[in-house]
């Protein structure tokens, strides 16, 4: 820190601005920043000098430069020499952790490399290697490459940008089962995450159409694939969840029940109340519960991440009720359906909190009986406004999600909808804010598949993870509108320089074409 404060004493002709709004080319929007108006090119062979061993950062240095200096440079001339040349970064830790709140703050530093100093170029302080990683990023969006001297500059130096998120949970989440995508689309979309810095994919694997992921205590379960081709196998549900990591991104695995499990019922019919009732899941008999063991059971030694999707919504018990053995188990419990399905997300629950998992459940499980869910529980909220608010009154934690504006399925919520949603919406107290984690855009996959999801994600995904990271009081208000609505097509242009297929910003229909001929920052 002492060595950073140094510097900053040192630039005399920074200009301080208290937000960075006027800051045409980064996105999300950092907390602080001070520039000045130098121009400084970049050496092609910037080095990396960094405390500890992390593999993480090594590995992002490297992904970074080649995004960095995609273009053929010209070598300097002789005797000439490149501004920067070298990037140091300094880690309070190296421990690759991720969990929940991991510290994702940076501060970064952006001088001319003084040849009697050690320090110049590019520097960073972070608490952990994921702050690291989010430094990169915004370094990578601060490059830029001048056609006509053939080299990456960085303009208005030096910078000093202090940045940290203002959500720990910056979700996107990705339904497998309407659609099947393979693991290149999935890990581009991973990619894409970080350029906009969220930082949990939430990986809806199962639902009732399919069922992709390999289970090895309940080999048939997967037969519920719509092919034998559109599976993912334990290991590469590994490879994702790696994958990832390397990127500072957890994976919140959902197993979706009781609703939303009829393909379950392919490999193993008992889980079938009957053949003409093959949704919710067959709640009067304890295969059920074991299979649903099986299952959490093989997906911990998958999925790292605290938190774990138990799904919860849209059940419909009528065929309960009317199914001769389950209705005869009911009266037997002395259940109402209603009680069983209650009964049912709070065995789940258990299931889940017996593996240390916490569990997250959509908002209907709270909706319809909040004083039987654990008290771990995180409300997943979807329907409409307002249930964020009534979650954390009665001290749960909560994702916003609210579907009129976070859903990417929903084609006719324009981008500054979905920028001007915001999750403490209703919420006033400090202490409840607390309790909410952040949010989650959704790319329900009915209508969407690897032909068309990053357009139908990109460019809308983005103004939530603003929303999700930066200073509200920089970014919220409505007159501010026509800056960021500049920023966030500057950024659909950096989606697709970086071969992720954005869709133009304001079209009618979200993901829709362009009109006509015209360049990508006028669309
Ligand atoms: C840069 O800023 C300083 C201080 O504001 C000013 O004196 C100088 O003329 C500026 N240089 C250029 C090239 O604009
Ligand atoms: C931004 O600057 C303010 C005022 O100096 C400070 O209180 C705040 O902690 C800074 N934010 C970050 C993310 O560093
Ligand atoms: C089902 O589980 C319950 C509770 O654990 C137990 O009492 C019951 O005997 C089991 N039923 C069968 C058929 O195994
Ligand atoms: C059945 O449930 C009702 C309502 O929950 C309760 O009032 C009643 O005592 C129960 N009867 C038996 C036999 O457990």
Redesign the pocket.
């Known amino acids: 820190m002492k060595m950073v404060s140094q510097l900053v004493i040192m630039i005399s002709t920074v200009v301080f601005v208290s937000f960075c709004e006027s800051l045409s080319y980064i996105w999300p929007l950092p907390?602080?920043c001070t520039w000045g108006n130098q121009t400084l090119s970049v050496d092609p062979s910037l080095s990396l000098l960094v405390n500890g061993n992390s593999l993480i950062v090594q590995q992002a240095f490297q992904r970074y430069k080649r995004i960095i200096f995609k273009h053929g440079s010209n070598l300097p001339p002789t005797g000439l020499h490149y501004h920067i040349n070298s990037l140091h970064i300094f880690l309070k830790s190296d421990d690759e952790e991720l969990q929940l709140g991991t510290d994702e703050?940076y501060?970064l530093l952006v001088t001319k490399t003084d040849p009697h100093s050690i320090v110049g170029g590019i520097t960073i302080q972070a608490n952990s290697v994921y702050g690291a990683l989010r430094a990169l990023e915004t370094i990578s969006q601060l490059c830029i490459f001048n056609y006509e001297a053939k080299t990456v500059e960085i303009y208005k130096a030096p910078w000093f940008i202090?940045?940290?998120p203002r959500f720990s949970y910056r979700g996107l989440m990705l339904d497998t089962s309407r659609h099947y995508y393979p693991l290149s689309v999935i890990k581009q979309i991973i990619d894409s995450m970080a350029y906009a810095k969220l930082n949990v994919l939430h990986w809806h694997i199962i639902d009732e159409e399919s069922f992709p992921l390999e289970v090895p205590t309940y080999p048939n379960l997967w037969k519920g694939a719509y092919s034998k081709w559109e599976r993912y196998t334990v290991e590469d549900a590994y490879e994702i969840v790696s994958f990832a990591k390397m990127r500072g991104i957890n994976v919140m695995a959902e197993v979706d029940v009781p609703g939303h499990a009829e393909s379950w019922g392919v490999g193993y019919p008992d889980l079938w109340p009957s053949l003409s009732c093959r949704e919710p899941l067959d709640v009067s008999k304890n295969f059920t519960f074991d299979v649903i063991l099986g299952i959490l059971r093989d997906m911990r030694k998958i999925f790292p991440f605290e938190l774990f999707h138990l799904g919860g919504d849209e059940v419909n018990t009528g065929c309960w009720s009317s199914t001769p053995h389950v209705k005869q188990w009911l009266q037997e419990h002395n259940m109402t359906a209603k009680e069983a399905y209650q009964y049912f997300v709070v065995k789940a629950q258990e299931l889940a909190l017996s593996l240390n998992w916490t569990p997250v459940n959509w908002e209907e499980t709270f909706n319809s009986f909040p004083e039987k869910l654990n008290p771990q529980t995180v409300v997943h909220n979807w329907l409409g406004g307002g249930v964020c608010p009534k979650a954390v009154s009665k001290g749960f934690r909560c994702i916003f999600s609210n579907q009129g504006f976070w859903y990417l399925d929903h084609l006719d919520v324009p981008w500054d909808d979905v920028y001007y949603a915001d999750p403490l919406e209703g919420i006033r107290d400090v202490f409840e804010q607390k309790l909410v984690l952040g949010g989650e855009v959704c790319m329900w996959g009915e209508t969407a598949d690897p032909s068309n999801v990053q357009q139908t994600i990109w460019p809308r995904a983005a103004a939530a993870a603003e929303r999700l990271w930066s200073n509200k009081e920089a970014t919220s208000s409505r007159s501010s509108a026509q800056l960021a609505l500049k920023r966030l097509e500057y950024f659909r242009c950096l989606l697709t320089r970086r071969g992720v297929q954005a869709a133009p910003v304001k079209n009618k229909y979200a993901r829709t074409a362009p009109v006509g001929p015209g360049s990508c920052y006028a669309q």
Do not use: E, P, T, V
């Open positions: 907390w602080n703050s501060s202090q940045d940290k």
